[in-house]
């Protein structure tokens, strides 16, 4: 009878034991997951950032093409106007 309860205590033990290792693991994956949802919610609010970071570069890239050839323009207007006042 000793040894059956002994073989008993050892069977529970062991069953315990894997069911802790069973819902431990769980554990440890259910949050490595909550990591790597926090991470890759992070991530897209960089890449939305440096979105928005081109898209005013891009902006102000074209503003200051268009000045340019504002400035290109009125270089010319100078230059035949003084070429017309020299003429006369």
Excluded: F, P
Aim: glycine share 10%.
């Amino acid at each position: 009878m000793s040894i059956e309860i002994g073989a008993l205590i050892g069977l529970l033990a062991g069953a315990s034991h894997l069911a802790t290792w069973v819902i431990a693991r769980k554990t440890a994956n259910r949050e490595q997951g909550k990591e790597s949802g926090i991470v890759l919610t992070e991530l897209g609010y960089i890449k939305a950032g440096v979105d928005d970071v081109k898209r005013k570069q891009e902006q102000s890239d074209r503003q200051y093409m268009d000045l340019l050839a504002r400035v290109t323009g009125m270089e010319a207007r100078m230059d035949r106007c003084q070429a017309c006042s020299q003429s006369r």
